[in-house]
């Protein structure tokens, strides 16, 4: 069993799509195992994707993440990282596969509803980067 990391980013949490969200994940066998809402600080977004830090669209990424509030969580099943993945759907909802979260949900590219942990390494280090040992069931 594995664990992976997700944010209901900004335009899916301002257009009502928590739940709607959260549904998938459920109806998908990703079980979620801890989650909190959060405005998240500049400081807070930039370090977590500090791996895109230097790329044309770091800048905006990081003011979109802090548009508005975030729903954290993390998601727990076989194969959660690759599963939640597939899930989710390509980054660019218009390459999303029909069925997908962003292929229903995301407005754009940038604007695109979700993430998702996209290795083992990244799942460890972004579920400590918002949740703490105790949160974990
Ligand atoms: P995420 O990490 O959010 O799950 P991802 O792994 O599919 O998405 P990344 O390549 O890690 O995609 O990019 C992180 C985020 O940066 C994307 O989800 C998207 O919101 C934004 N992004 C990526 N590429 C672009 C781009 N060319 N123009 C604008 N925004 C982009
Ligand atoms: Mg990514």
């Known amino acids: 069993i ?21 549904q998938r994940f459920e109806n998908a066998g990703l079980k979620i195992v801890a989650a909190k809402m959060l405005q998240l600080t500049k400081i807070q977004a930039q370090g977590f994707y500090a791996e895109h830090e230097g790329k044309p669209f770091f800048d905006e990424l990081v003011d979109f993440m802090i548009s508005g509030p975030v729903m954290v969580q993390v998601l727990e099943g076989e194969d959660a990282i690759v599963r939640y993945r597939e899930l989710m759907g390509k980054t660019n909802p218009q390459e999303a596969a029909c069925g997908t979260i962003r292929a229903d949900f995301a407005i754009s590219l940038r604007y695109n509803s979700v993430h998702g942990s996209d290795s083992p390494v990244s799942a460890e280090r972004e579920i400590g980067y ?8």
Do not use: H, M, Q
């Open 2 to 22: 594995e664990k992976t990391f997700s944010i209901v980013k900004p335009d899916a949490v301002k257009r009502n799509l928590i739940g709607a969200i959260y």
């Open 130 to 137: 918002f949740f703490a040992a105790d949160e974990l069931c």
